[in-house]
């Protein structure tokens, strides 16, 4: 273990906030009593593009964990995918992905 | 007999004359409670040129539990933002449900049983989200409120209501199961659904 100089420190400071630059913002689908299985598995394969297998996969973890990140990004494009999750009746936030 | 039958050329609805008509009545009662919420928020005259302008909508959650579910809070933990983004977006949302169950309501007018429908792509859409805002709905009145839940029935009225929201289940059910074929046939076509689904 060696003490960081200045220099140093900045750039890990700097690779730190890199992994969450792209990516900070994710959109977090809810479990909920109603809402088909079929039909949240076709929300994500016809909203988000996603293959069959993920969109089953991420509507499982939804079901059995209560809740799945299910894109990430920008802030304005997450609460685009809210909103959108809120027209299809699915129940949707969105949060930091380091919260 | 099956509700929602796929062919070549798209989906029909096939309900009868009293199914319709049920179908009408719980879509015209879903603009009234929708509409009750836009009055609420827009009452005054800042509101309305808010609403001139296609932005606007309330700033806390509706206390309705069933409009609570329509209209959910986007951030979880974070009571401002939840409101500014409320503000900025409800509006939109009920405008659009509104729109969603009043495309309904107009494609079930028919005078002949049983009633036959064919759904555009556009129709789809808004039978779809429909037919999900009215289970929401249903389910907050009923207080089904976990996975497996059967409501609280007390009485008729209740049991009726679970009737129809049964009923409600079944057409989404099989409105889904048409479109995911749909969806299942495009992704064959274009060579994506193959890797991802074997055996299908």
């Keep these: ?99 | 007999v099956i509700p929602f039958v796929r062919d070549s050329t798209g989906i029909t609805a096939r309900l009868t004359s009293d199914e319709a008509a049920a179908l009408r009545n719980l879509s015209g009662q879903l603009v009234a409670m929708l509409l009750d919420r836009g009055a609420q928020v827009h009452g005054d005259a800042a509101a309305m040129l808010y609403a001139q302008a296609g932005i606007g909508g309330g700033e806390e959650a509706p206390l309705d539990p069933a409009l609570a579910r329509l209209l959910p809070d986007a951030y979880r933990e974070d009571p401002e933002a939840a409101s500014e983004h409320r503000h900025l977006t409800e509006r939109g949302l009920v405008d659009r449900k509104v729109q969603n169950a009043r495309r309904v309501g107009a494609d079930l007018e028919s005078d002949r049983s049983p009633v036959v429908v064919r759904l555009d792509e556009a129709s789809v859409q808004a039978w779809l989200r429909t037919l999900t805002d009215l289970r929401l709905t249903l389910a907050a009145r009923l207080e089904i409120v976990e996975d497996g839940d059967e409501g609280q029935v007390n009485d008729e009225a209740d049991a009726a209501m679970l009737t129809i929201y049964d009923w409600l289940g079944y057409l989404q059910g099989s409105l889904v199961e048409c479109v995911s074929t749909s969806l299942d046939n495009r992704d064959a076509s274009d060579g994506r659904g193959t890797l991802d689904a074997p055996g299908r």
């Design chain 1, 1 to 99: 273990v060696v003490e960081l100089v200045e220099s140093d420190r900045s750039t890990v400071e700097d690779l730190d906030r890199l992994d969450h630059r792209d990516q900070p913002w994710v959109t977090i689908v809810w479990n909920d009593p109603v809402n088909l299985m079929n039909y949240v598995s076709y929300v994500f394969r016809s909203y988000f593009g996603y293959p069959a297998a993920e969109a089953e996969r991420l509507m499982l973890l939804v079901h059995h964990e209560g809740r799945a990140v299910v894109a990430s990004g920008g802030r304005e494009e997450m609460e685009r995918h809210v909103e959108a999750m809120h027209d299809y009746g699915l129940w949707a936030t969105l949060t930091r992905s380091d919260a």
